[in-house]
């Protein structure tokens, strides 16, 4: 599985594929974003109402990293400030790394065409600053992009493209983030062993740096793996490891992902009640922060237990609402994962 991962499983009558797991893809956000234990809010947005326009820039930039994970409004709202600052004094790179931001929000919220106009943006400016390690994040951003929307080949050659740079620069947060991604590319294509290969190799340089929202992901994509491979214990142990640093750092999209694949795994384990509760606690959060993927996910995930209750009404509700929204933000897979499931719906209840 990967992304927004998909599990079949059978009845009587047909396949319902249901997108179940999911593993956030890494959108590496260099410049600006290191906190050594946090930022302090309360003196950055005293530096943005009254530093000088570079000084302006630099913390609406770390002000919107802030609240990437906590309210996209606000995060977008810095990070179009730091746009204007950035302008004003010629900050180039400081404008580059906030239309990056820009166009993370986007992704998060599933709008890939326009997350795809601002990392190409962004690149651009990175190229012509001549700044490789910039030009190799936007790849990395890229590369995120194709992947979410199945293009495999063209993700690998953007995540590897960047990964070089990384190496080269000794970049162990590119490192990190990268490993991560091109881990996920192997996940997808079911090649296990490299899959945790490259998330081994994510954990070792993210202990380096102390990135604990890299771990956390590591984690979170390790208990995918595992539960492919019907290994439940070790995969709920590392889901609760990455479940705990996910609240340590306050990062609610990747908290709700967490419940969402622990559900995941009962559900693979047919206990449909412990499914469901933790399918809608990661939709309320989901719902909190206007993240639409994780959204039409756990849409589909709550159809997909109701189907298996054999309550096709309550089952075909939550599927068309998930099938709804992937149409409005232009998922291709996660709107063929809610079609699969409204096809089992429809053909137990006879309606053809």
Partial sequence: ??????????????????????????????????????????????????????????????????????????????????????????????????????????????????????????????????????????????????????????????????????DETKSSSGLTATYINIGLVYDNLKSWKKAIEFYNKAIDYGKETNDEGAIASCYNNLGGVYTDLKQYDMALECLERSHKLKEKIGNKSGVAGTLNNIGAIYYEMKNFKKALEYFQKAYLIKKEIDDKNGMISSLNNIGAVYYEAKDYPQAEKYMLEGYHLALRTGSKSLAVDCLDGLIGVYRNTGDY
């Fill in 1 to 166: 599985m990967a992304g927004d991962f998909i599990a079949i499983f059978k009845n009587s009558n047909c396949f319902v594929r249901s997108s179940l797991f999911y593993k956030p893809v890494i959108l590496l956000l260099l410049s600006f974003s290191a906190f050594a234990g946090g930022p302090d809010t309360t003196a950055l947005l005293k530096l943005a109402r009254s530093g000088a326009d570079t000084s302006k820039a630099r913390a609406c930039l770390q002000l919107s990293d802030y609240f990437m994970r906590k309210d996209f409004d606000r995060s977008a709202d810095f990070a179009n400030k730091a746009i204007v600052f950035a302008q004003k004094s010629g900050f180039k790179k400081a404008e580059a790394a906030a239309i990056n931001y820009l166009g993370e929000i986007h992704y998060r919220k599933g709008e890939f065409d326009e997350a795809m106009t601002k990392f190409n943006m962004a690149r651009a400016m990175y190229e012509a600053l001549k700044d490789r390690e910039g030009v190799a994040e936007s790849q990395n951003h890229i590369g995120t992009v194709y992947y979410k929307t199945g293009d495999n080949e063209n993700a690998l050659k953007n995540f590897t493209d960047a990964l070089h740079v990384f």
